[in-house]
């Protein structure tokens, strides 16, 4: 092997450094991107009269360095970050909703017993009247205010799931085409680096949306699975989601349905945004919904109850005072309009300054025994206020657990990537010295084709 | 450890945004003056809050009620003040007509005297209150007492009473019939108004010293002012309780406040001393991720 042909390997060894060093370079903003490296080794040596003799450099392949490791803990803990994130964007939704001094039925409560007060204050008085009617009304229209809003909520998460399913549609897609491409590269024998990295950025991205499980293949290939197994990408071919409309609730929303037959998987899915919504749809949005239904029932059958005990302006017995149909905080109104309807005086000794009745609806507002829990024995209950408090804390202890949970896991989220920046990541200053590293490679390698040919030169003319 | 430069970049970032965020909740903290924003921020405060505010609320109410209920009163000791005036004057001008050495005629002047201060008395026991409500008619308050001309009661003997502590309900009227119609001598009990009628009635036809217009008429009149000089013993009392129980309410109001105050609100000093030193951190990082960003190898190629 002649020198000509060694200064040339080492030539084309320190231009494909330099060429790899360039690329690092140049991606070094660039999403998902491992650094690579040129690996080199010598070229098999002659065996010449007893001695090997060199043959210069050899490229033995362009590595992509990573830590799969690092990569799988990194998508599990982005799972978990996002489905918290996920659920933090409704949960304080309904914190900021249940606290507002505007909205808040505790207020709505104050505001109507006070008005019953002053009723019990002076039963004569229609003003005063005309303010309970009014305060009752107020109270009913924070319940359905609450409850129209709650369900906007709602909307907010089908909206969430649809988008999600269209993300993660795009994703799967994208996963089968790179699988494809990666197993055919590696079945001719090269390793495609940057479609390798291309399909990890797809299944973090994925690992947002919903926690996934990946499983290698040997072809190269990677199976992607969610929910408790249900296959999203396995080989070459995946599997559609969409949304389809769940019907057993009023009015029905979004469910996520996997394959051609639709079957619903939303309860299996579980991390990412999705696992959110869910869980903010489950742990926050309905029970905060099924809770208030409880208090505006309560409230309705305690008040009327107690407003029928009563004697109303005209003499005749209390009617209904909110509307006995309307038991749930969505339909909760009132019944009667006109002032002298209210049964201020009690049946003993009935009266137009008869207050006993009023007296005694004003008395609900601290009674313990108007929530009724468990019907038992024995029975559980407690007042309005404390069943109000009880929903506000439970909200208000969830969302604070999620936010201090999603912190936590943003935390071991950045230093995983951390961990997994520093074995991948593309360092400005390394390349550089390998920049003039190579350069002067490239120099040497130079050199070695001048000198060659002085040698040559010198042979020639020599004769 | 190897960095990459993405790393550097990110962290740098990540110190500014979480310097940001803190900088930005104080300062909603300090535009607010609130230390609970959303009740997540303390669910056990923010329960405790809602709490507190409820006992406020309904201490505020209970003073409300101590006020119509003191301004009932009032005017209803007012109104059998004045009637116990009226009924003093009545006796001091029966005893007069009793004595011997009176004139028929003087006596006929008397007479009509005390039939016009029985009227203005009736018309004491009709008051009506700024409502437009008998004070004196128990719970028939849009029904006048007592008839003009015949005295028969006409309201009954319901008793309002208003919350003004949670334990405490007061009563605030004392139906007529206990007021005006009172023991006599004689046995059954009659409307004063008729006793004074009757007298009067017996003064001017020149009967005088027949029972019950005798010594038994002065003795009717004093059963009719003691009671209305006990309703007033009870009612003064009522006040009096009332006016304890609304500093109670004061008193208990105030600490609630405070403690309300303590969760809910800001410590100022505390917070801007935050805000400071969160500043000084946000400045510093920054300038860490100018400087930091401007090292590089390849300045110096």
Redo the contacts between chains.
């Keep these: 092997m002649s020198m000509l042909n060694i200064g040339s390997s080492a030539l084309l060894a320190a231009q494909t450094s330099l060429a790899t060093t360039s690329h690092n370079i140049s991606n070094v903003n660039t999403p998902g991107y491992s650094r690579q490296r040129t690996d080199q080794g010598p070229q098999p040596a002659n065996f010449e009269g007893g001695y090997y003799i060199g043959n210069g450099v050899g490229i033995t392949g362009v590595d992509r360095i990573f830590n799969q490791f690092l990569v799988n803990q990194l998508r599990t803990y982005t799972s978990a970050e996002s489905q918290q994130d996920g659920f933090l964007t409704f949960s304080k939704q309904v914190d900021d909703l249940l606290g507002s001094s505007s909205l808040s039925i505790s207020g709505g409560l104050e505001a109507f017993f006070n008005s019953v007060q002053e009723v019990a204050n002076d039963p004569t008085s229609i003003a005063a009247r005309q303010v309970m009617l009014t305060q009752g009304d107020l109270l009913a229209n924070r319940f359905n205010t609450m409850d129209s809003q709650l369900g906007e909520l709602d909307r907010q998460i089908d909206n969430t799931l649809s988008a999600s399913v269209k993300d993660i549609n795009v994703l799967s897609q994208g996963i089968k085409d790179l699988n494809q491409s990666i197993s055919e590269s590696l079945a001719a024998g090269y390793n495609p680096n940057d479609l390798l990295d291309k399909r990890d950025k797809l299944i973090g991205d994925l690992s947002e949306l919903v926690s996934v499980n990946v499983v290698e293949q040997d072809n190269g290939a990677v199976n992607v699975f969610i929910g408790n197994g249900q296959g999203l990408v396995v080989g070459n071919s995946r599997v559609e989601l969409s949304t389809i409309a769940d019907n057993s609730t009023n009015p029905p929303r979004t469910a996520i349905g996997y394959g051609p037959s639709q079957i619903n998987i939303t309860q299996q899915l579980s991390g990412g945004e999705i696992g959110g919504a869910i869980l903010a749809r489950t742990d926050v949005v309905d029970s905060t919904r099924a809770e208030l239904d409880v208090l505006a029932e309560s409230i309705v059958t305690a008040f009327n109850t107690a407003h029928g005990n009563g004697v109303d302006l005209n003499g005749n017995a209390g009617t209904d005072f909110f509307d006995a149909a309307g038991t749930t905080a969505s339909t909760i109104s009132m019944n009667i309009t006109d002032t002298r309807l209210i049964a201020a005086s009690s049946t003993t000794d009935p009266g137009v300054g008869n207050n006993e009745n009023a007296l005694a609806m004003a008395a609900l507002q601290t009674d313990k025994t108007t929530v009724v829990l468990d019907p038992g024995p024995p029975v559980i209950s407690r007042s309005f206020n404390d069943q109000y408090g009880s929903i506000v804390s439970q909200v208000a202890t969830r969302t604070n657990q999620a936010s201090v949970s999603q912190e936590t896991q943003a935390g071991l989220v950045s230093q995983i990537r951390q961990r997994s920046e520093s074995v991948s990541g593309v360092n400005l200053d390394e390349e550089a010295a390998n920049l003039i590293k190579f350069q002067q490679a490239y120099q040497a390698a130079s050199q070695i084709i001048t000198v060659s040919n002085t040698v040559f030169n010198s042979l020639i003319n020599a004769f | ?7 550097i970049t ?2 740098g970032l ?1 110190a500014m945004l979480r310097q940001q965020n803190e900088l930005a909740k104080t300062q909603l903290q300090v535009s607010s003056g609130k230390r609970i924003q ?7 405060g ?2 405790k809050m ?2 507190l ?2 006992q406020i ?2 201490s505020q ?1 209970y003073q ?2 101590a006020d ?1 209920a003191d301004s009932r009163l009032s005017t209803t000791d007012g109104t059998l003040k004045s009637a116990g005036d009226i009924m003093q004057r009545i006796r001091e001008l029966a005893v007069q007509a009793l004595n011997d050495t009176n004139s028929d005629e003087s006596r006929q002047g008397i007479a009509e005297e005390i039939n016009q201060l029985n009227e203005t008395l009736v018309a004491l026991a009709n008051t009506t209150d700024s ?3 008998y004070l004196f ?7 006048q007492p007592f008839d003009t001309t015949t005295y028969t009661y006409n309201g ?3 008793q ?4 003004v502590s ?1 334990g405490y ?1 007061v009563a605030i ?1 004392e139906p007529g019939d206990d007021l005006f119609i009172t023991q006599t001598v004689a046995g059954p009990n009659q409307a004063i108004f008729q006793t004074i009628q009757d007298f009067t009635t017996a003064l001017s036809s020149g009967i005088v010293g027949t029972a019950p217009n005798d010594g038994d008429f002065l003795a009717n009149m004093d059963y009719a002012m003691d009671a209305s000089l006990d309703a007033r013993t009870r009612i003064g009392t009522r006040q009096n309780a009332v006016e304890q129980q609304r500093e109670i309410n004061d008193s208990s109001q105030f600490s609630m406040t405070t403690t309300l105050s303590q969760i809910e609100d800001l410590d100022y000093a505390e917070a801007i001393t935050q805000l400071n030193l969160q500043s000084a951190g946000l400045q510093a990082a920054q300038q860490v991720y100018v400087k930091v960003q401007g090292l ?3 300045n110096f ?1």
């Design positions: 450890m190897r960095i990459s430069t993405n790393s990110q962290q990540e959303t009740p997540s921020d303390d669910p056990i923010a329960v809602l709490d505010q409820r609320g309904l109410q409300d009620n119509v409502n437009g409500e008619s128990g719970y028939q308050s849009d029904v009954d003997g319901g309002r009473q208003l919350r949670d309900l009227n590089s190898l390849f190629l």
